[in-house]
């Protein structure tokens, strides 16, 4: 290993020159950061500027460069250096422009950039250059799991993009529900007619592309592995197994129609006449098949009128039923509807809905329906009641507000909604799912958090669509389709497209050794010291991705490939051993104690800011692109998530004399942002402890305070700094300055 060489380079440009005293900043690092170069330049990441960081490199043997600059957020490609170690002082968005242009500010903005490269130089110090992981896993094959629309579409998307799929389906035939369906909801201009499913060009497609492996009547026995390496062995209809090595997962299991006959006061299966959505489809395919028009299921009589009650079991706010809304079900009824219009004009045809919601068609699958006479009524229906081979529908009308009736209808339709087919409920292995079937594990995973995907509220696979969509916390297993939202055929088949690319990232970062979303291509890992390990399993159990495991004498073990860099585990430990190369207690320490403290008299309080890098840290970049100034009494550091933060550092700090700790990190709770999932909320629970801390050293409970803070808060974020402020001023300097 080479001998580290320091460098550190202090830009003028973006007005740093004009707003504060470069020499000095250089002279700092020198000096207080011992850099072994230091050197001054005009606009660092011109050609120019990039060259001679370059050429130091190549030339002087520069192993770990500082730069005084521009947020670590910007000039990511000018500034990439493979093989070096890299810290940065954010000096452009962290300084000169969260601070006013005033000579009353001149003197504390100075302190801050003098203490951002006091920072930057003590961390690089502490960082070394990631390795990559030592026994990354070659395999680049693809596993999806469901043969209906979305994996169909993932696997072709993949094997399109030069990968091998292995595609595995349960039941003897591919297509999914799709596959029963007279037509679909179309997806393009004009958005007029139903048109052709094309499930059956799909299987076609997929069954003749060589690279794809089509396993039917087969299930996931044992799954076992990790992004590169995965081992599923697959259990037949015939009794038998067979192993296969895959590199990544995706899991395309659909949906179950939510069961009609919990809806008691629909009447379902009381009649013959009132069908569900997916009743109606195989009437439709049974009367094409013979050239025919749908008919009256009990008699075999012309149908007349059909209504279509909307939201059947869904949007319920009571408990029994289903809250959310399915997304798919108007455009269906939409659909139904003109199989009838366009077989015979003269049927009336009623949809009752409370919301039309047509996504992706916009108004004008719903212009089309009208034209052919589809009448659409607001109401919520109240009860279905047969009437010898017809049926009543009571139903509130929303628009006159009074009770109504539409009497003889042949035929009623109750679209229900989806339920998706996701395994057992690892938080809850025993509970029953929306229709009260108890699942069977689909994955059969053999972690120890649990033999399938972790689920949101409502029994959807964890994917959360703003941060990390198709991710799971099951790094390398994606999921795809209904199972992961209600959705349509076109929605489906973008989301398995999606998945394919984010399960072929990972197939390919791991086999690189790198780390899969959100630190996509980050070559660090987790180094535990066993020795200093007193087996707690706070870091097996708080992990949010299951990538940690116990050997077998219930020591941590790290698997690299599972990992997502989180630090969660860093955060969890007790006793600090657990780091990586380039992110770990000490560069995060060393930072905090690097900082200046002004001692009482000068009356210039410190705060010390631990900020997401995902969304805390961006929305305090974002506000001083905006030019809102805060405090310039506060020192922010990025932490890779909340999750991550140990409570040594807090200690630290506020030994150390600062006034005050705030750590701003992702959402939390059923609607979280956090881009770790748990890493938020597991900060906010230790923070809740530090009262003993803060307790012993005789501080305020004010000293410590956590935020949630979204990233597009530039304008709240420096609010809370002020307010914060504010409040370090009320209740006095930390008492612990003298001591520090």
């Known amino acids: ?78 500034f990439d250096f493979p093989g070096v170690a890299l810290s940065r002082a954010n000096l452009r968005e962290g300084v000169i422009w969260a601070q006013p242009a005033t000579d009353a500010a001149r003197e504390t903005t100075q302190e801050m950039a003098d203490d951002y490269v006091r920072m930057a130089c003590a961390e690089l110090k502490k960082m070394k250059v990631p390795a990559g992981n030592p026994q990354a896993a070659k395999n680049t094959r693809l596993m999806v799991v469901g043969g209906g629309v979305s994996g169909l579409t993932a696997a072709r998307e993949a094997a399109q993009a030069g990968y091998e799929v292995l595609l595995i389906e349960k039941r003897g035939a591919l297509g999914g529900w ?32 060589k690279r794809i492996q089509i396993m039917l009547n087969a299930t996931l026995a044992k799954t076992s592995g990790a992004p590169g390496r995965f081992s599923a062995s697959i259990a037949t209809e015939s009794g038998g197994t067979s192993i296969e090595e895959v590199g990544a997962i995706i899991q395309a299991t659909g949906f179950t129609p939510y069961d009609a006959s919990r809806l008691t006061e629909f009447s379902y299966g009381k009649s013959p006449n009132i069908v ?68 015979n004009h003269a049927v009336d045809t009623v949809v009752i809905y409370t919301d039309l919601r047509v996504p992706g068609a916009g108004e004008d699958f719903y212009r089309s329906g009208q034209k052919k006479g589809v009448t659409f009524t607001k109401g919520r229906v109240g009860a279905v009641e047969p009437n010898g081979s017809q049926a009543k529908v009571r139903f509130r009308d929303l628009i006159l507000d009074e009770e109504t009736t539409i009497e003889d209808a042949d035929l009623v339709v109750l679209a229900t909604g989806q339920v998706p087919n996701s395994g057992v409920n690892i938080d809850k292995p025993d509970a029953e799912d929306a229709n009260g079937a108890k699942p069977i594990s689909i ?42 939202r209600p959705m349509d055929i076109a929605q489906a088949t973008e989301d398995a497209t999606g998945a394919a690319l984010k399960a072929i990232q990972a197939a390919e970062n791991a086999s690189l050794g790198r780390a899969a979303h959100p630190r996509s291509g980050d070559l660090s890992f987790p180094i535990v010291r066993l020795d200093g390990c007193t087996q707690c399993k706070r870091c097996t159990v708080e992990c949010p991705f299951g990538a940690i495991d116990e050997d077998e004498k219930t020591y941590p073990q790290f698997n690299e490939s599972r990992c997502r860099r989180c630090g969660t585990c860093m955060g969890a430990c007790p006793v600090r051993v657990i780091s990586f190369e380039n992110y770990s207690v000490d560069t995060v320490g060393a930072q905090i104690k690097a900082v200046e403290i002004p001692d009482e008299t000068e009356e210039k309080p410190r705060i010390l800011i631990l900020a997401c890098e995902n969304d805390a840290y961006p929305a305090l970049d974002m506000a001083a692109m905006q030019r809102h100034t805060y405090s310039a009494y506060v020192r922010a550091i990025p932490v890779r998530c909340l999750g991550s933060v140990n409570t040594i550092w807090i200690t630290d700090a506020l030994n150390g004399g600062y006034d005050g700790v705030m750590l701003m990190g992702c959402k939390h709770g059923d609607d979280y942002q956090c881009h770790f999932v748990k890493g938020s909320e597991l900060a906010n629970v230790r923070m809740a402890k530090i009262g003993d801390t803060l307790k012993q050293l005789a501080l305020e409970n004010e000293r410590v305070i956590t935020h949630e803070v979204a990233i597009t808060d530039m304008v709240r974020v420096g609010k809370l700094i002020d307010d914060y402020a504010a409040t370090i001023e009320k209740i006095g300097l930390s008492p612990m300055k003298g001591f520090a």
Not at 195 to 207: H, P, W
Not at 300 to 305: L, M, T, W
Not at 469 to 482: H, Q
């Open 443 to 484: 994955l059969n995973l053999s972690y120890r958090q649990g033999a399938d995907l972790p689920q949101l509220k409502q029994g959807f696979s964890d994917s959360h669509f703003i941060c990390f969509p198709y991710e799971t916390r099951r790094t390398g297993i994606y999921t795809a389709g209904p199972v992961r």
């Open 1 to 78: 290993m080479a001998e580290m060489k320091t460098a550190a380079y202090v830009c003028g440009g973006c007005g740093l020159a004009e707003r504060l005293n470069t020499a000095q900043l250089a002279k700092i690092a020198e000096r207080e950061g011992k850099m072994n170069l230091v050197r001054e330049h005009p606009f660092l990441c011109s050609d120019a500027g990039v060259a001679t960081i370059r050429a130091d490199i190549e030339n002087e043997g520069v192993t770990h460069v500082a730069l005084a600059a521009c947020s670590r957020r910007a000039k990511t490609e000018a």
């Open 276 to 343: 569900d959505q997916a009743g109606l489809e195989r009437l439709a395919r049974e009367a094409a098949a013979k050239g025919e028009a749908i008919r009256r299921p009990s008699d075999g009589a012309e149908v007349k009128k059909v209504v279509f009650v909307q939201c059947a079991g869904q949007r319920d706010d009571s408990g029994k039923h289903l809250p959310y809304c399915s997304g798919f079900c108007c455009a269906t009824s939409i659909k139904q509807a003109m199989y009838f219009k366009d077989a």
């Open 178 to 209: 799709a596959a029963q369906l007279h037509r679909r909801v179309p997806e393009r201009e004009p958005f007029a007619e139903p048109v052709d499913t094309g499930v059956a060009a799909l299987i076609e497609a997929v069954t003749k592309d």
